[in-house]
C-alpha cells in the first residue's frame, strides 16, 4: 500500500499576555509639543488640532512625568537644553526593558509547566543590548537553559507578524515545541527636542510596551492560517528609523495613510485569498488616520477595528506589541470558528499580515 502524507501540524496562538510601565505621560508629552512649537503660532494651532484629532487618551512610559519646569520627567533624563546622548538612553534601556519583558511573561506564563518551553523569540527595535532580553527572560522565568533564542531587531511595527511566521515554522517542524514570543518596546526612549512638527506628531503617537504570547500545536486560541506580506513601491522614504547620535531618530510621514489605502487596495484579493467572511480584525494601529486608511481599503463598517481604535485610544502605538494587544482584546470575545485577518505595517513601507481563525 502506498504511504499517504501525515497531515501537517498547525500552529495556534493559546494565548496573549501585556504589559506596560505605569506612567500615564500622555498630557505631559502634549504639553511638552506645545512648547516645542510656541514660537509659530500657525504650527501651534496644527499640532492642537492634530493631537485633539488623534484618538489617543493614555500613553505609558517607564519615566514619571515631571512638574512644570524644565524637565519632562522627575529623574532630569530629558532636561531642556540637555538631552541625553544614545549611549544613555540604551543604558535606560538596559534597565527597564527586561523588567517590562518579564512582567508580561510572567502573566503568560502562570500556569504554565515552564519546562516545556522550547524556544524565546524576542522583537524589539528600540534599544539593544548582550546579554539581552532573551536571557533575562530565561533566567528570572525559570526556563531551561537549553531554550533555543532568536532576536529580531529593528524591523518595527511589524515586527509581531515576523515573529509569529517564525514560530509557526518552529511548530511546524517541531510539533512538540511551545514557543514564547516577547514583543518589547520602549518608545518613549527617543523623545529629542525639535520644532520640526512632523517630529513632534510622531513623538505625540509612540509609547511603552510590551506583549508575550505562547504559540505551540495544542488546539486552542487563534489558528494561524497563512501569511502575507505587501510592499509598496517607492515608499522607503516614508518610514524612516536611524540610530543618530541622540537616541532613533523616527520619520513616520504624514503620506503614510495614503500610501497603506492604495496598497491595500490594490492587494485585497491576495492579502485575504478570496475570503468574504472576515469578522476579525486585528490591525496595528499606527495612527488614527492609517486605521480609517484599512477601514476605507477593505471597506469595513466602523465597529470592525473596534478593538484597534480602543487599543490606540488607551496605549497609543507601541510599535510591534500593538498589534497583539489588539489580538488579545479580540481573542477575549470570539467565538469558535470566527475567521480574522491580523495586520501591521513598517519600514519599506511593507504591510505584513496574518490570516487566523478561532479555535476552542
Known amino acids: 500500500m502506498p504511504q499517504t502524507d501525515a497531515p501537517m501540524v498547525q500552529a495556534f496562538i493559546n494565548r496573549v499576555a501585556t504589559a506596560h510601565p505605569p506612567h500615564d505621560v500622555h498630557d505631559t508629552f502634549l504639553s511638552f509639543g506645545r512648547l516645542m512649537l510656541q514660537h509659530d503660532s500657525r504650527r501651534l494651532a496644527l499640532f492642537d488640532r492634530m493631537a485633539e484629532r488623534s484618538g489617543i487618551t493614555h500613553r505609558y512610559s517607564f519615566l514619571e512625568p515631571g512638574a512644570n519646569g524644565a524637565a519632562v520627567d522627575m529623574e532630569d533624563f530629558y532636561r531642556l537644553g540637555a538631552f541625553p546622548d544614545t549611549a544613555a538612553r540604551m543604558k535606560k534601556f538596559e534597565r527597564f526593558a527586561p523588567e517590562l519583558a518579564v512582567q508580561a511573561a510572567e502573566k503568560l506564563l502562570a500556569d504554565e509547566d515552564r519546562s516545556r518551553i522550547t524556544h524565546v523569540i524576542v522583537t524589539s527595535c528600540t534599544g539593544l543590548s548582550a546579554p539581552g532580553i532573551d536571557l533575562a527572560l530565561i533566567e528570572r522565568c525559570g526556563l531551561k537553559s537549553s531554550v533555543e533564542r532568536t532576536m529580531v531587531g529593528f524591523m518595527g511595527c511589524y515586527a509581531a507578524i515576523n515573529a509569529l511566521k517564525l514560530a509557526r515554522h518552529i511548530v511546524r517542524s517541531e510539533p512538540k515545541a511551545r514557543v514564547l514570543a516577547v514583543n518589547l518596546e520602549l518608545c518613549t526612549l527617543h523623545l529629542h527636542e525639535t520644532d520640526n512638527l512632523e517630529e513632534i506628531l510622531s513623538f505625540l503617537l509612540f509609547a511603552d ?150 479555535a476552542a
Open 209 to 358: 510596551g510590551c506583549a508575550a504570547a505562547l504559540i505551540s500545536a495544542d488546539p486552542a486560541g487563534v489558528e494561524i492560517s497563512s501569511f502575507n506580506a505587501t510592499l509598496v513601491p517607492d515608499t522607503r522614504e516614508l518610514i524612516h528609523w536611524h540610530i543618530g547620535q541622540q537616541g532613533f531618530d523616527m520619520v513616520l510621514s504624514g503620506g503614510v495613510p495614503g500610501a497603506i489605502r492604495n496598497a491595500l487596495t490594490n492587494s485585497r484579493d491576495e492579502i485575504l485569498g478570496g475570503a468574504n467572511d472576515i469578522e476579525l480584525w486585528a490591525v496595528h494601529p499606527g495612527g488614527r488616520t492609517v486605521l480609517d486608511a484599512v477601514e476605507q481599503a477593505f471597506a469595513l463598517e466602523p465597529a470592525a477595528l473596534g478593538a484597534s481604535r480602543s487599543v490606540l485610544n488607551d496605549y497609543g502605538n507601541m510599535s510591534s506589541g500593538t498589534v497583539m494587544f489588539v489580538l488579545d482584546r479580540i481573542m477575549r470575545g470570539a467565538q469558535k470558528g470566527q475567521r480574522g485577518c491580523a495586520m501591521s505595517f513598517g519600514p519599506g513601507l511593507v504591510a505584513e499580515t496574518m490570516m487566523f481563525r478561532m
